[in-house]
């Protein structure tokens, strides 16, 4: 099934009397289970992409579906809500509370979503678990690696069970070990199912994924298939 769709989506920015174009026209498909690069160099319209597609910003025109629902028209209210519930985001700085526990940066976003306290410990460890950290979760983010910090935080954006996982520079803050090791869990992420976008100007990063989106000055540009099943 499609968890994606994009049909001629512009974004336009209007600075004082300038309008910059920021995506032009841009339309494709994500299926469930894909694992899809974007890339393309800076001020290609990368991060416009990544707010649209994270129901952050919506379209100047166009339509943008998600999980089968038009979210274009939405209120702000509503958009939060189809965040909270369906994307889970993965950052270049790794976004965590330097005064929380492993698990209880986890657990945050359970909290939106009125889960019970008990419940919300148990599926923050089943997610650090998932991520290979069960031995560091009650360690503070500045008692762990970059690598480690990055971990983190891909098991709070898993913790909610999302559609997509959308991860913008997730290695741009690591060295290369700790860069290797955030790229296997995702492919292991991948293997297992879960659908992941990821936003880089890195053509070594990008390899690392099923399919990538070349983007240039707003525009898509061709189609790239790589890796395994390509
Ligand atoms: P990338 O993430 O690939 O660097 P962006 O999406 O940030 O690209 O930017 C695409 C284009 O839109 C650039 O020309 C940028 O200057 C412009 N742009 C981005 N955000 C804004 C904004 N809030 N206001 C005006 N122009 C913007
Ligand atoms: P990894 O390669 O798995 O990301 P490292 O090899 O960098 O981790 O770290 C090894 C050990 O050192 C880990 O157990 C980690 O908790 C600890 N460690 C790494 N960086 C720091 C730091 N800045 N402060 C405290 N402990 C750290």
Redesign the pocket.
């Known amino acids: 099934s499609q968890i994606l769709r994009l049909t001629e989506v512009s974004k336009t920015y209007a600075t004082g009397s300038l309008e910059v174009a920021a995506l032009r026209e841009v339309s494709f498909t994500v299926e469930a289970g894909e694992y899809l690069a974007i890339m393309g160099p800076s001020g290609s319209g990368k991060s416009t992409l990544m707010h649209i597609l994270g129901c952050l910003d919506v379209p100047t025109s166009g339509v943008y579906e998600l999980a089968g629902q038009d979210v274009t028209g939405l209120s702000e209210a509503e958009l939060a809500e189809i965040r909270n519930a369906r994307i889970g985001f993965v950052f270049q700085q790794f976004n965590l509370l330097p005064t929380l526990s492993a698990w209880r940066n986890v657990a945050l976003p359970l909290c939106y979503s009125g889960t019970p306290a008990a419940e919300r410990r148990e599926r923050a460890v089943a997610a650090l678990e998932r991520v290979g950290l069960g031995d560091?979760i009650d360690?503070r983010p500045?008692?762990?690696?970059?690598?480690?910090q990055q971990r983190v935080a891909i098991a709070r954006a898993l913790v909610t069970d999302p559609s997509l996982l959308l991860a913008d520079e997730p290695t741009g803050n690591l060295d290369s070990?700790?860069t290797e090791?955030v790229l296997r869990l995702l492919d292991e992420l991948n293997d297992s199912g879960r659908t992941i976008a990821l936003i880089t100007h890195e053509a070594d990063v990008a390899a690392r994924a099923r399919r990538t989106l070349r983007i240039r000055d707003g525009r898509l540009e061709d189609l790239v298939t790589s890796g395994v099943g390509a």
């Not at 500045?142 to 480690?148: A, I």
Request: glycine fraction near 24%; charged fraction near 25%; aromatic fraction near 0%.
């Open positions: 560091r360690h500045g008692e762990l690696s970059g690598g480690q070990a700790s090791d």
